[in-house]
């Protein structure tokens, strides 16, 4: 079942971290990274610039609530590495950069036991007003027992459990951001003395297992309400959760072929949950070394290699056994039983078929399987080989920030534009009109039940109180 017919623009959004070490660790240390320069607003601020001038699609940051690993042992090797601790909230940085940028999309993770529901929900509505529609939440369930202990549980959550409370989770702020306030109950009526219609305005009345929410919602309809929603779980639940709720999902697949697997499949699920299959867009992770001749990527690539720190790739990667213990390098994947990234595993077992994959090929597999080194012209034959199975955009990951960037806009990108492969101009509006060519989730999307939802049920309100 492939759904594409080239030549299509991709979409390419520029994968970050609001910190030093997001993914290729040991990288901080060249002197022109940037990174290190994470709590400078102003980093982020000439980096959406510069993405913006550049027409990517979105800038998308990932996020953390806790170091990884296990949670009860000596975490100094994140710390000396600078992986992912230090780092700052990426949803109030978007604040900044939504009013320093017109176009380009903007996306946070939050995970769903960080942040109570209504509360979220109401940081993201705002956003999504600052920005004129151009946010968007990657929907994250958590992989670490610290980042648990962080927010008062003993540790990670079991993994079906998780997506079970991600689920509630999504409801509620489906219910907020679709079904609280109608389109037209902001009336801004001077002589009326009636700023809202109290009649247009409900409360959702939320009683679930794990959160009580009665609102309604206090921020007034955004440009997108729903923000675009993003997510990147890859194991059995996980592309269930995505196939529901997402609109765009993130894959590390080792190969075009496991893309096409991976992405054919969420696709069914979709089907089966009422979707049709193009209301999700596929982005593969990759990062890019690029020369004007293969030898000068050869010799870029070297250099990369030189700086690449193992430790930070296997501490980045550590998979925790049932007792939240990390599992030595050399285990057998076959012999894993882990709570965390189970869809990872599944994929790089999968991938590896000449001998036994272990835990260090996940940290390897991030590491070199998902770059591509070679000429602009080498780099857009093997996109559009990835775009042929299915892929509708890529995550680029940096090694350096900007350069890694500024490259690919001034080397790759017009090339991908000579054979109409990268967009030359932004389509105006929300985040989800570019995409997707509309503002408002589709009605097969489960957030739209709640549309209208809420209105009969509640007293009538008087007016003018
Ligand atoms: C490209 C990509 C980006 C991700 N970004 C984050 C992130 O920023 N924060 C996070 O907590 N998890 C992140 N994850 C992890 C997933 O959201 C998910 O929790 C993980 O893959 C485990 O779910 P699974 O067992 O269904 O695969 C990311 C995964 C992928 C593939």
Redesign the pocket.
């Known amino acids: 079942m492939s759904t594409h017919h080239s030549p299509q623009p991709l979409h390419f959004n520029a994968?970050v971290?609001n910190t030093t070490s997001h993914i290729h660790h040991g990288q901080w240390r060249r002197p022109d990274a940037g990174q290190t320069e994470f709590t400078d607003v102003n980093t982020w601020i000439n980096l959406a610039q510069t993405l913006e001038a550049a027409k990517f699609d979105a800038m998308f940051?990932?996020?953390?609530?806790g170091h990884y690993g296990d949670a009860d042992a000596d975490y100094s090797v994140y710390v000396n590495e600078g992986l992912q601790i230090p780092s700052n909230d990426p949803t109030v940085l978007l604040g900044a950069l939504a009013v320093s940028t017109e176009h380009i999309g903007l996306a946070t993770?939050s995970?769903v036991f960080q942040s109570h529901p209504f509360q979220f929900a109401r940081q993201l509505s705002t956003l999504d007003h600052i920005s004129g529609g151009r946010i968007a939440w990657?929907?994250?369930?958590?992989?670490?027992d610290n980042?648990s202990r962080n927010f008062g549980l003993p540790r990670l959550t079991d993994?079906a459990e998780?997506?079970a409370w991600a689920a509630e989770y999504v409801d509620v702020t489906y219910k907020l951001w679709e079904g609280s306030w109608d389109e037209d109950a902001v009336v801004k009526d001077r002589d009326g003395s009636r700023y809202s219609d109290p009649a247009k305005v409900h409360k959702i009345n939320h009683v679930g297992q794990r959160y009580s929410v009665e609102g309604p919602h206090l921020p007034p309809p955004s440009p997108q309400r729903t923000p675009l929603l993003y997510?990147?779980?890859?194991?059995?639940?996980?592309?269930d959760?995505a196939a529901r709720n997402a609109e765009a999902v993130?894959?590390?697949a080792a190969n075009p072929e496991i893309a096409r697997q991976q992405i054919e499949d969420t696709r069914r699920r979709a089907v089966e949950a009422g979707r049709a299959p193009e209301d999700i867009k596929f982005?593969q992770?990759l990062s890019f070394v690029i020369g004007e001749t293969e030898e000068e990527a050869q010799r870029k690539l070297a250099e990369y290699e030189q700086y690449a720190s193992v430790d930070g790739y296997l501490a980045h990667a550590a998979l925790v056994d049932p007792e939240g213990r990390v599992y030595p390098p050399e285990t057998p994947l076959k012999d894993l039983e882990t709570n965390?990234?189970?869809?990872?595993s599944?994929w790089v077992s999968k991938a590896i078929t000449d001998r036994e994959p272990v835990v260090a090929d996940i940290a390897w597999r991030s590491h070199r399987n998902n770059r591509i080194v070679g000429t602009p012209e080498q780099i857009a034959d093997h996109l559009q080989e990835w775009q042929a199975a299915g892929v509708d955009g890529i995550?680029v990951i940096n090694w350096v920030i900007p350069g890694s960037f500024e490259e690919f806009a001034d080397q790759v990108l017009p090339v991908l534009r000579e054979r109409g492969l990268a967009q030359t101009e932004y389509t105006l509006g929300t985040l989800r009109q570019k995409l997707f060519g509309r503002d408002r989730l589709p009605h097969t999307h489960p957030a739209a039940q709640y549309r209208g939802a809420f209105a009969d049920l509640e007293e009538s309100v008087p007016a003018g109180v």
């Open positions: 994968f971290m940051f990932a996020d953390v609530v993770t995970n990657n929907i994250v369930t958590g992989t670490q980042g993994h998780r997506y997510q990147a779980g890859s194991s059995a639940s996980g592309r959760f993130f894959i590390i982005f992770g965390t990234q189970r869809g990872f599944e995550n």
